[in-house]
């Protein structure tokens, strides 16, 4: 089934004020609620309460739990509502995308950092048990944004989203070669998307690291493509191979770092095992501030060794991996030649 992009894509400055103009001619209900976090209700979620509430029933609730068993009771919560809205930031998003598939409403995504790319995916990352999954659920119909907000998120999170851009390079060349292996089709459209959305970024470096206009803008824009390669493709193979396989792993461990950081680390390693250009790969991370070792954000050297050799295991798509038995003696050669560790 082909899922159809947002009605709208907007960054505007003073958005909040502007939201009911827009989404009115959607004709979304008289019903609306707002899930956000402590933080970004008082960023911006408060705010749009205040605003909406000039127009439409609205309540505002704060979710901070992402696990898969407690979502199904708050959500149904939830039922009374016409339209949800995500506020804040990645696990804000996954919570209400998995809302809305659960209670077939529809959601809009008002982002208040742009640390990956799931403002606009299909996708939602949520806990299992304790195990980090990838499962389905429901794209938004319009995504707004306020430059002002994002321009004053940390430095650090809008960087995470660049390096989670640029791990689509790695991820779009392990698709190759699972369709070269005939473990798949290749699909050259959102193959072609995936990689625009990591070229534009790369790009617009000097105007993302400046955080001007053009440079949100393009970080918001490119995030979005990614994201909306995985909904056209049905999965979120355009924008996540090997390298998101490394994160995961360390995400199980609960190794520090952010999603797009540990992307960022897992597409250098990948890039070396593809054969690829894996030096450019690193500078581009080292121009954006990146990180490019494993103990600039905190993980030892241990759990990066342990990372990649659970990595080939924690899910059963067709990469790089595949083509190595990787133990922890290899592991670590690897790590050490690329320079993670």
Same mark, same amino acid.
């Given at each position: 089934?082909?899922?159809?992009?947002?009605?709208?894509?907007?960054?505007?400055?003073?958005? !909040?004020?502007?939201?009911?103009?827009?989404?009115?001619?959607?004709?979304?209900? *008289?019903? @609306?609620?707002? !899930?956000?976090?402590?933080?970004?209700?008082?960023?911006?979620?408060?705010?749009?309460?205040?605003?909406?509430?000039?127009?439409?029933?609205?309540?505002?609730?704060?979710?901070?739990?992402?696990?898969?068993?407690?979502?199904?009771?708050?959500?149904?919560?939830?039922?009374?509502?016409?339209?949800?809205?995500?506020?804040?930031? =990645?696990?804000?998003?996954?919570?209400?995308?998995?809302?809305?598939?659960?209670?077939?409403?529809?959601?809009?995504?008002?982002? #208040?950092?742009?640390? $990956?790319?799931?403002?606009?995916?299909?996708?939602?990352?949520?806990?299992?048990?304790? #195990?980090? #999954?990838? !499962?389905?659920? &429901?794209?938004?119909? +319009?995504?707004?944004?306020?430059?002002d907000i994002l321009k004053e998120a940390p430095m650090r999170w809008m960087i995470?989203?660049?390096?989670?851009?640029?791990?689509?390079?790695?991820?779009?060349?392990?698709?190759?070669?699972?369709?070269?292996?005939?473990?798949? &089709?290749?699909?050259?459209? @959102?193959?072609?998307?995936?990689?625009?959305?990591?070229?534009? @970024?790369?790009?617009?470096?000097?105007?993302?690291?400046?955080?001007?206009?053009?440079?949100? *803008?393009?970080?918001?824009?490119?995030?979005?493509?990614?994201?909306? +390669?995985?909904?056209?493709?049905?999965?979120?193979?355009?924008?996540?191979?090997?390298?998101?396989?490394?994160? $995961?792993?360390?995400?199980?461990?609960?190794?520090?770092?952010? $999603?797009?950081?540990? @992307?960022?680390?897992?597409?250098?390693?990948?890039?070396?095992?593809?054969?690829?250009?894996?030096?450019?790969?690193?500078?581009?991370?080292?121009?954006? =501030?990146?990180? #490019?070792?494993?103990?600039?954000?905190?993980?030892?050297?241990?759990?990066?060794?342990?990372?990649?050799?659970?990595?080939?295991?924690?899910?059963?798509?067709?990469?790089?991996?595949?083509?190595?038995?990787?133990?922890?003696?290899?592991?670590?050669?690897?790590?050490? &030649?690329?320079?993670? !560790?």
């Open positions: 089934m082909m899922t159809m992009l947002p009605f709208i894509i907007d960054i505007e400055r003073n958005m !909040i004020k502007k939201t009911n103009d827009i989404i009115r001619p959607a004709n979304l209900g *008289k019903r @609306c609620v707002i !899930i956000t976090g402590t933080n970004t209700k008082k960023i911006a979620g408060q705010k749009l309460y205040n605003e909406l509430k000039k127009e439409y029933e609205t309540d505002i609730v704060i979710s901070v739990s992402n696990e898969k068993k407690e979502l199904g009771s708050f959500a149904k919560n939830l039922e009374p509502y016409d339209f949800l809205l995500g506020v804040g930031g =990645g696990k804000i998003m996954d919570i209400t995308k998995y809302s809305a598939y659960l209670t077939g409403k529809p959601w809009i995504s008002f982002p #208040t950092v742009l640390s $990956h790319d799931g403002i606009v995916s299909s996708r939602a990352s949520l806990s299992d048990n304790g #195990t980090k #999954t990838s !499962i389905e659920a &429901k794209g938004p119909i +319009a995504i707004l944004a306020d430059y995470s989203g660049v390096a989670d851009l640029i791990s689509n390079y790695s991820a779009v060349e392990d698709w190759r070669l699972a369709s070269n292996a005939g473990k798949e &089709k290749y699909d050259e459209l @959102c193959a072609g998307l995936s990689l625009t959305a990591a070229n534009a @970024c790369v790009a617009e470096m000097k105007n993302i690291i400046r955080k001007n206009y053009e440079g949100v *803008k393009t970080l918001l824009e490119a995030l979005v493509l990614s994201g909306f +390669a995985m909904n056209l493709f049905g999965s979120s193979r355009p924008s996540s191979g090997s390298e998101h396989n490394f994160a $995961h792993a360390l995400e199980m461990m609960n190794a520090p770092g952010l $999603h797009g950081e540990q @992307c960022g680390l897992g597409t250098i390693i990948s890039s070396y095992l593809q054969k690829k250009n894996w030096v450019k790969i690193r500078e581009y991370l080292k121009n954006f =501030g990146a990180p #490019t070792k494993a103990s600039e954000i905190g993980i030892t050297d241990e759990q990066a060794i342990s990372a990649l050799v659970q990595a080939p295991k924690i899910r059963s798509r067709y990469t790089i991996l595949n083509r190595y038995d990787i133990d922890r003696e290899l592991a670590r050669e690897i790590l050490e &030649k690329v320079g993670v !560790i």
